[in-house]
């Protein structure tokens, strides 16, 4: 197949394409080109289509960054299979690719993505066809993406509007600040057409709540009262048993902090008990421009259908604080203005100037499996099925990044630790060169106790080390593994005994926990 060379000289890049297809140029809050045959155009079925766009980032965006936030959003979609994230190189600059198949209408849907970032935009390209249309066409659209390259204008005007278009509020929204001094700070957006009426506040020990309601005018539309409530606490504590490892087998009362997952299924449960009907949720979401706040939404309304509510939870990690986002309107269920807008409001949230006290340390909560720990705040985490693995991000430029991870894993009556650990040695021993096990001690902390295994080999001429802690409770054995490069080992292996020490098991939520 030939291919043409597009040119774009507003948004800085030129790609090839195929020579029969039609290529369109739209500039607006995004720079976006995009490719696609026309003679498939009006069929059922996806046709294959190649895209390019261009968006302007904030001041702190990285290229490591916009792949976190990139992935983040990947993992929210119906996918078949795990986004595979590889590096490569766009226009000589450092990059990364993944690829991913989707199913829509029981159609696999295949999707490549590749981006980089140039001059504070982030430029990416896409290709995304029917499974096996995506294996015909593979060589030519693989052609034309190498063939990517940024054209340096920096001064072209025409990015300069998308940059002000996507780093400045839009016109027909107002900037709104908490009024709050003593708590965490919050700053959103709210539209012009919304008249503040009445505002109050109240200011707790560990709670803050703020309460606005507004009147929303538009020409020839009949006008909403609206309420929205913000209330922003610290994490609460909930007082659960757990089970100590030891051979007394005594049960250990403790307090843990909830979780965003325990407090929204708490809200919903006090939301049904008070006669509301869910309509949406609770579901998970990302909140478009903030993805370092994990959140979820719930749609409701009250026993007599007369009040909508839109009740986003949102986490922020950088406190250990879970503000809510309460939206109520008296506009009809069948007029979804309000919802549209509540989004947009909820998306524009941030958090500065924050006086809640901050931790070196993280917490991480597994209901599934029901422990909890403590973890320095410099480790990213990824949940594959029960494997929990989380990542040092100080050390993702190196060859073998270090990394903890940890699995829980059934026992039955014949296995017990020694067992379980000859095992895994012999494991370790079938991945490492030059394997020798160091060490092997029981530990003990104040909630469990474990047995502690250090070794070391090499990984392709890689002198590395590695460290597993085996724990047992009633009839499940978590395993701690550490790996890390021989002269990172230690510090590792401390942040790891720092787990450790912290970690405790709880009863996890049955089913019926999440019903009413």
Not at 191 to 210: G, L, R, V
Not at 219 to 246: F, G, M, R, Y
Request: hydrophobic share 35%; proline share 4%.
């Amino acid at each position: 197949m030939q291919n043409k060379t597009y040119t774009s000289k507003d948004l800085c890049f030129k790609i090839k394409y195929p020579s029969n297809w039609l290529a369109s140029e739209t500039i607006e809050d995004i720079g976006l080109v995009s490719f696609g045959d026309e003679s498939a155009k009006n069929s059922e079925n996806q046709p294959p289509q190649l895209t390019v766009t261009v968006t302007a980032l904030g001041s702190n965006d990285t290229l490591r960054s916009f792949t976190d936030k990139s992935v983040a959003q990947l993992n929210q979609l119906p996918l078949s299979q795990t986004p595979k994230l590889s590096k490569r190189k766009l226009s000589n600059l450092d990059s990364f690719q993944v690829n991913y198949i989707s199913e829509f209408q029981s159609l696999h849907i295949k999707f490549y993505q590749a981006w980089t970032i140039w001059n504070g935009f982030a430029f990416v390209i896409s290709f995304i066809a029917i499974e096996n249309q995506f294996k015909i066409l593979w060589g030519t659209i693989e052609e034309c993406i190498d063939s990517f390259e940024i054209t340096d204008n920096s001064s072209s005007s025409k990015l300069e509007e998308i940059r002000e278009k996507t780093l400045k509020p839009p016109v027909d929204f107002l900037l709104l600040n908490s009024k709050l001094i003593n708590k965490s700070k919050i700053t959103f957006l709210i539209p012009n057409s919304w008249k503040e009426i009445k505002f109050n506040t109240n200011d707790f020990n560990s709670i803050a709540i703020d309460k606005y309601e507004f009147l929303w005018k538009e020409e020839n539309q009949k006008p909403i009262h609206l309420e929205l409530t913000i209330v922003t606490d610290a994490l609460p504590l909930l007082s659960s048993s757990s089970s100590s490892s030891s051979s007394s087998s005594s049960s250990l009362s403790t307090s843990h902090h909830l979780n965003l997952d325990e407090c929204v299924r708490i809200h919903n449960r006090e939301l049904l008990k008070l006669g509301y009907t869910i309509k949406n949720g609770p579901k998970q979401c990302k909140l478009n421009n903030n993805f370092n706040y994990d959140s979820f939404f719930i749609l409701a309304f009250n026993s007599t259908n007369t009040i909508k509510n839109l009740i986003y939870f949102i986490l922020n990690n950088n406190d250990n604080t879970i503000t809510t986002m309460n939206f109520a309107s008296t506009a009809p269920e069948n007029d979804n203005r309000d919802l549209c807008v509540f989004s947009r409001v909820a998306n524009s949230i941030q958090f500065v100037n924050s006086n809640f006290k901050l931790s070196k340390n993280i917490s991480y909560e597994n209901l599934i499996a029901g422990f909890h720990f403590e973890l320095q705040e410099n480790y990213s985490v990824q949940e594959i099925g029960m494997l929990i693995q989380f990542v040092d991000k100080t050390s993702i430029h190196l060859p073998l990044p270090t990394n903890i991870s940890i699995i829980c894993l059934p026992l039955d009556e014949t296995t017990n630790l020694k067992a379980l650990a000859a095992s895994m040695t012999a494991q370790l021993q079938a991945t490492l060169q030059n394997f020798q096990k160091l060490s092997e001690e029981r530990i003990n902390s104040n909630f469990c106790s474990g047995i502690l295994m250090i070794f070391s080999g090499i990984i392709e001429t890689l002198p590395v080390k590695a460290s597993q802690i085996l724990l047992q409770d009633k009839s499940k054995a978590t395993i701690i593994t550490i790996n890390a490069i021989d002269n990172y080992f230690k510090g590792a292996l401390t942040v790891g005994r720092e787990l450790f020490d912290s970690l405790y098991f709880f009863q996890p939520p049955t089913p019926k926990d999440f019903t009413n």
